[in-house]
């Protein structure tokens, strides 16, 4: 296959998904890729921010509507919830789900947030677009979404952003959720069980999701270095944007914000004796250990210590008995007594998933790894060659999973780099 061919079947496979139609309490048109025909319909946040990263080389006004469609359920305070039900019946599943807020039906929007790649993807938008207008018009959306998590998940403004649920992490069952859960090598009704009571709970009692409240509760609460290295990402990719319009006092502030966040991850969640990142769980901040992919994520950041980011890449990323499977990055670790590398029943115990590969590869790159991330790379375009899925598996790359699906084609985007060349 040549690159022409792989990007167009990513395009079509993104055009198949492409759901539009008039949503009668916003009164406007929505036009979105969905993650999954017959397994995920709805629109997902962090989902949409891949297609449109997926479609701003293969149909940057597509992309554009994605990201458009994606706000206009966006509160006046800046929220944006993970999941959009859009249409007709939009409300009642909104209020069946369980994940929107009291009385918040109507909104069909739910209450809780998703990693937050919103402004990486603009980003990548505008790049390949060089659309000065739709910046303009988009950018204080997305900073104002940045500032909501700033003002509502850090509380303490010690720069670190919290989570009321597994869900808000996008990774969904990762064994780094386990014990904040109140479980020990659970299975896929347990955990399933699990999340449908604190998502009520927290629907239910949660003061429309409110992290502070919900701390004072303390049922689950949870500070992750995968959220907030995203969440610094996504500060850097702001300021990137200010200076791209002449807006260079925003520009620094928001580097600041990025810089806060760094500096409170290293502060709080390093662990300079194991040389990575780890959660701190509960109100009362307990570390938690386990190696999943979120204790080594903060090395995508933009400013963080070069030397740091090294030994983190030598002894877990690029280590075989870690990170480095023979088709990288799996979820979790080999070494973690979870590392369930082909498990489909539960979610995120050790496959591999292009849209945590894209953000891996450009923060490698940022910091000069290049080898490492064209190896990621490459054998991301392998796995997707054969299939567009969910997971792939970390020993073999074979599709796992969800069929059909949009984000995989993110890595499409890799085939910008140098590296790739005519045949794949
Ligand atoms: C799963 C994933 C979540 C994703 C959703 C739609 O629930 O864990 O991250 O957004 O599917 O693809």
Redesign the pocket.
């Known amino acids: 296959m040549d690159i022409e061919e792989l990007r167009s079947r990513a395009l079509a496979q993104l055009l198949e998904n492409v759901r539009t139609g008039f949503d009668p309490y916003y009164q406007q048109r929505y036009t979105y890729v969905m ?2 025909i017959g397994r ?1 319909e709805w629109q ?1 946040f ?2 949409s921010c891949f297609h449109a990263i997926a479609l701003s080389t293969l149909d940057v006004e597509l992309a554009k509507q994605e990201l458009t469609t994606l706000l206009i359920p966006q509160r006046d305070d800046g929220f944006v919830g993970h999941m959009t039900y859009w249409g007709r019946w939009g409300s009642v599943f909104s209020a069946i789900a369980g994940q929107s807020s009291f009385g918040d039906w109507r909104r069909r929007n739910s209450g809780m947030i ?1 990693p937050p790649v919103l402004a990486q993807a603009l980003l990548r938008v505008s790049e390949e677009s060089g659309d000065a207008e739709y910046l303009r018009l988009m950018l204080p959306k997305v900073r104002s979404y940045y500032e909501w998590l700033g003002r509502e998940r850090d509380p303490d403004s010690d720069g670190l952003i919290g989570v009321v649920s597994p869900y808000e992490c ?3 069952n990762s064994p780094a959720y386990d014990a904040e859960l109140g479980l020990h090598l659970p299975n896929r009704r347990q955990l399933l069980v699990k999340n449908w009571l604190l998502d009520w709970h927290n629907a239910l009692f949660g003061k429309g999701h409110s992290y502070s409240h919900l701390r004072e509760r303390n049922r689950f609460v949870l500070i992750e270095p995968f959220m907030n290295a995203v969440y610094a990402d996504g500060w850097d990719a702001i300021a990137t944007m200010h200076r791209l319009l002449d807006q260079e006092d925003d520009a620094q502030s928001s580097e600041q914000v990025r810089d806060r966040t760094t500096q409170a991850l290293n502060d709080h969640c390093w662990d300079a004796s194991l040389g990575r990142w780890i959660y701190l769980r509960g109100a009362q901040k307990i570390p938690d250990y386990t190696l999943a992919v979120g204790s080594i994520f903060p090395i995508i950041i933009n400013g963080q210590a070069r030397g740091q980011v090294a030994e983190v890449v030598e002894r877990y990323l690029t280590n075989e008995d870690e990170f480095w499977t023979p088709y990288p990055v799996p979820s979790v670790a080999v070494s973690e007594p979870t590392f369930d590398p082909e498990g489909e029943s539960t ?2 115990r050790g496959p591999v998933c292009m849209n945590l590969n894209w953000l891996l590869a450009r923060g490698l790159r940022r910091h000069g790894f290049t080898d490492v991330a064209a190896e990621i790379e490459a054998k991301s375009i392998e796995m997707i060659s054969r299939d567009f899925r969910e997971f792939y598996s970390p020993l073999t790359g074979r599709g796992m999973r969800g069929t059909d699906f949009g ?1 995989a084609t993110t890595a499409v985007d890799f085939l910008g780099t140098s590296y790739f060349t005519g045949q794949l």
């Open positions: 993650p999954s995920y997902w962090w989902d998703q996008g990774l969904d979610i995120w984000w």
